[in-house]
C-alpha cells in the first residue's frame, strides 16, 4: 500500500528581487502550500495527499508553479483563490483543472488529462 496517494509539490524557490527570472516565493507560493495543508487535513485527505515545499520546478515564469504526482499535472499561475478548486476537482474528484495548466510543450505534454 502506497504511504501517500498524491503529491502537490509546490515551488517555493526564492531569489533577490529584481531577478529577471522572478521567483515563486514572491508571488505568494509559501502561502498557498500552507492553504494546501489546512484544507487537505480540514477535509480528512492529509494522510493520503501530501502538499510539499520544493525548489526551482524551472517553471518560474509561469509561477506560482505546483506539478501534481502521479499524474505529472503541471499548473501554472496558481492563486489561493485556486486551491479550493484544485483540491476539489483534481484531488478529489480525478479532473485535472485545465484552465490552470502550464501552456507550454515542456509541460503536460505526456499527461493523459492533456489530451
Known sequence: MKRF??????????RPPGHPKGCCAEKGSPEIRELFKSRLKE???NTKVRANSCG??????FGPSIV???E???????????VEEIIQSHIINDV????????????NLDSETNK
Do not use: M
Not at 56 to 61: F, I, K, S, T, Y
Open 72 to 82: 505529472q499535472v503541471w499548473y501554472g499561475g496558481v492563486k489561493k483563490e485556486d
Open 43 to 45: 477535509l480528512g485527505l
Open 56 to 61: 526551482c520546478l524551472d517553471a518560474c515564469e
Open 96 to 107: 485535472p483543472v485545465k484552465r490552470l495548466f502550464i501552456n507550454h510543450p515542456l509541460y
Open 5 to 14: 496517494e498524491k503529491h502537490i509539490f509546490v515551488c517555493e524557490n526564492s
Open 68 to 70: 501534481i504526482y502521479p
